[in-house]
């Protein structure tokens, strides 16, 4: 079974944690994810590190829950929505002599994710939906270019016809093509916004 540290799932253990404010208790419950990711990392045994990026109401749970639970590892789920978390995240793994492995969640349709987020229990503001998809789209490009031995999982979220959400990996013949590809998934945030406008 997976070593798994989730900073959503640490909210819900904090003093006056309601779903309704799950944006005030952020920074709290990340701070205290990456302090049990710097323990882990010191004394947990498993070799592979798994740092699951994506924005806001991807897929990312569902993924880790139906795919990854059951691997020996250790998994930080995160939006990895800045280079700088990336870079000193992947810089302890390799620090700790372990593997860091990426697997990020693209929701194959931006407009339906933003809806998820609308309606989940946990609130954040609409920013927050820009800022990770946006940001983690970003800094995925980056680990991408900066680290080439780093193994890089492009997973693709979708609906079926009866709703239910499915995953499909995305593969590629060489880091060019990966490379390429991200290039090609780059957004803003103000081209996210442009996107989804017609919702609200």
């Known amino acids: ?15 006056n944690y309601s779903p309704d404010k799950a944006e005030k208790f952020h920074h709290e419950s990340a701070a205290k994810a990456d302090k049990l990711f710097t323990k882990a990392l010191k004394e947990n045994s498993y070799k592979n590190v798994i740092l699951l990026s994506g924005g806001t ?13 059951n691997k020996k590892c250790i998994i930080m789920d995160a939006t990895l929505s800045t280079e700088l978390g990336a870079k ?7 620090k700790a002599k372990k593997i860091p492995i990426i697997y990020t969640v693209i929701p194959d349709d931006l407009k339906r994710a933003f809806i998820a987020f ?7 503001s609409d920013s927050h939906f820009y800022k990770t998809h946006s940001g983690s789209r970003k800094t995925l490009l980056w ?17 079926t016809s009866d709703q239910q959400l499915q995953f499909s990996q995305i593969k ?15 957004m803003t945030e103000s081209d996210i916004i442009s996107g989804i406008s017609i919702i609200k």
């Open 1 to 15: 079974m997976a070593y798994i540290i989730s900073a959503d799932e640490i909210k819900k253990k904090l003093p």
């Open 57 to 69: 109401a991807s897929g990312k749970t569902e993924f880790l829950v139906t795919q990854l639970s």
């Open 88 to 94: 000193n995240k992947i810089r302890q793994i390799i």
């Open 118 to 124: 609308l309606n989940r229990d946990r609130k954040f």
């Open 143 to 159: 680990i991408a270019s900066n680290y080439p031995n780093v193994a890089i999982n492009i997973i693709e979220s979708s609906y």
């Open 172 to 186: 590629f013949d060489n880091r060019r093509k990966l490379i390429k590809y991200l290039n090609d998934k780059q």
